[in-house]
């Protein structure tokens, strides 16, 4: 049996998801140091063990298998007296590749990871900070999640998905004490790339790449996935960390934070350019990193 502090009245409980490293991490580490009961969840077992070798209540949650949505989160809130402060929503991957080249099983599988399984997960929580009157619900969007770019078609869509439910979301609770917040963060130094190679070689196949009206593209952007993305507005996962203390300590959070140079100008862009002009600037972004 596992045994797990006891509750303290009035303590900040968060569960925060995909916390195996990167920016789920970072902030798991930083709410720790602020005297938050941190619950942090992890797709891979050895993740999750490595977790708890820092001290970490961790248990394994994965978005595609919602089995574990169901037993991770009882098991948190077994051990918090059926409370939770917080929900952070984190922990999402990209599948590179042209949108007529991309299966839709792969469609299917990013949905299931980005969208599907933070309904799900979110769904099940609403209740419990319904009841309490109280809540904060916190979901890791994307520079993404606004500005559509080449060659991420799948990621930019469910994270265009993901901004439309949590804005409708945030329009539902009002009045209920649960407030909604989006952080969409810019390049951020994390993982990221590396998991989207690997996605990459999953689903764009030699066959597709060979057949494809994009295949000298693809050939370019791998060797540029395997080097890192390398970019000059890369920032380190703290800087997410701390909008993510203020969505959930602040009395008024906001609706939307910002996080890196490229998402502050686009934002702005966005709202002043046209969409022609915003796409020959992003079309012309993505045609030089190739």
């Given at each position: 049996m596992v045994h797990s502090p006891p509750l303290i009245a009035d303590e900040r409980t968060i569960l925060i998801t995909g916390c195996s490293s990167g920016i789920g991490f970072e902030t798991a580490r930083v709410l720790r140091g602020r005297n938050w009961r941190v619950f942090v969840t992890a797709r891979n077992p050895e993740d999750v063990e490595r977790l708890l070798d820092l001290g970490f209540e961790a248990f394994r949650l994965d978005y595609e298998e919602p089995e574990t949505i169901e037993t991770a989160l009882a098991a948190v809130l077994e051990r918090t007296g059926?409370?939770?402060?917080?929900?952070?929503?984190?922990?999402?991957?990209?599948?590179?590749?042209?949108?007529?080249?991309l299966p839709v099983d792969a469609l299917k599988a990013v949905f299931q990871a980005n969208f599907f399984g933070w309904h799900e997960l979110t769904q099940r929580v609403i209740p419990i900070m319904r009841e309490q009157k109280y809540g904060r619900i916190v979901q890791c969007s994307s520079i993404l999640g606004f500005i559509a770019m080449k060659y991420r078609g799948a990621y930019t869509a469910s994270k265009f998905a993901l901004e439309a439910y949590s804005d409708t979301l945030r329009q539902e609770l009002k009045g209920t004490g649960i407030m909604v917040s989006l952080v969409e963060p810019g390049p951020i130094d994390t993982r990221f790339t590396e998991n989207a190679l690997s996605n990459f070689d999953k689903w764009i196949t030699s066959d597709i790449v060979e057949n494809s009206p994009h295949r000298e593209t693809y050939k370019k952007r791998r060797i540029r996935m395997e080097g890192g993305?390398?970019?000059a507005f890369k920032l380190k996962p703290l800087s997410v960390a701390k909008r993510v203390i203020h969505a959930v300590e602040a009395s008024r959070p906001k609706p939307r934070y910002y996080v890196t140079v490229p998402t502050y100008m686009l934002g702005f862009?966005?709202?002043?350019?046209?969409?022609r002009l915003l796409d020959r600037i992003l079309v012309r972004a993505a045609d030089s990193e190739e």
């Open positions: 059926g409370r939770l402060t917080a929900l952070y929503n984190n922990g999402a991957y990209a599948i590179p590749g042209a949108i007529e080249d993305e390398p970019g862009g966005k709202r002043l350019m046209s969409t």
